[in-house]
């Protein structure tokens, strides 16, 4: 079910079965020539619909601005960044929005400048704005003091049990660090192309690789739908694992 789509009758039977509230963290990225710039975010709705086949979900809209940077291309590549401060308070008031509305069961999932888990600007605003909007909701809810009330004197039993309130938004990557070494991962090359390619193929044109030559992308001619089609399957395996 998309929350857009969503009505209060089947939202609110969702909260209370803590069905996960699913984000696909997007960007607008060059992705050389041949790719489309919503590339990142593409392949996180698309493995998010697949993974909607075998598990109950809630996916939110996609969010599509972000840090992107322009690491890979200049300010005229058409790539839009946002600054990372901007960003985090952004995602701060949707996480507060969320968790106001009764939600605690959140997974941010991101494919962008995630290689091998590392943490990057996106990723750590996305993080640091969870964490933050957490806190504040717990002080404002519970108020000052809250965790150092005799009340709270079973708090670390309780986390024992699962109820941890730092675990209701979760920040994930699409490919774990095991699932990229089985299969490979790059930017708009061979593997990344390829995992698009199978899963919207209206997002590459191989013919237009040439169009703006760039290292990262020379790789690109190797693509293939059944290596996207590999990637895909080992994916939503362990997202299925991981989204609980």
């Known amino acids: 079910m998309k929350l ?3 009505m209060p009758r089947e939202l609110d039977s969702a909260k209370q079965r803590r069905v996960p509230l699913v984000i696909a963290g997007g960007t607008i990225e060059y992705h050389g020539a041949h790719c489309a710039y919503g590339c990142d975010g593409i392949i996180v709705e698309k493995l998010l619909e697949q993974l909607e086949e075998r598990k109950e979900l809630v996916i939110a809209p ?8 322009y690491a890979v291309g200049g300010r005229e590549s058409g790539t839009v960044h946002i600054e990372e401060d901007v960003f ?24 962008h400048q995630f290689e091998m888990e590392s943490l990057m600007p996106m990723t750590l605003s996305y993080m640091k704005a969870a964490k933050k909007a957490v806190m504040r909701y717990l002080e404002e809810t519970k108020g ?59 997002a590459v044109d191989l013919s237009r690789l040439n169009d703006r030559a760039h290292w990262f992308t020379r790789s690109a001619a190797n693509a293939k739908k059944e290596l996207g089609q590999k990637m895909a399957k080992l994916t939503v395996n362990s997202l299925a694992e991981r989204i609980r």
């Not at 996609?62 to 940077?69: D, G, K, L, N, V």
């Not at 929005?97 to 494919?111: A, M, T």
């Not at 024992?160 to 699932?179: C, H, L, Q, R």
């Open 4 to 6: 857009e789509n969503g």
């Open 88 to 111: 985090e308070n952004y995602c701060y008031y949707l996480f507060r929005s969320l968790l106001w509305s009764g939600w605690r069961n959140i997974y941010v999932v991101i494919h």
């Open 62 to 69: 996609t969010i599509w601005y972000s840090p992107a940077s």
């Open 144 to 202: 000052e003091g809250w965790w150092g009330s005799e009340q709270y004197k079973d708090y670390y039993e309780s986390l024992e049990g699962g109820d941890n309130p730092f675990s209701w938004i979760k920040v994930i990557p699409t490919m774990t660090a095991e699932v990229q070494t089985a299969t490979g991962y790059d930017h708009a090359g061979e593997f990344e192309t390829s995992l698009l390619w199978a899963l919207d193929p209206n």
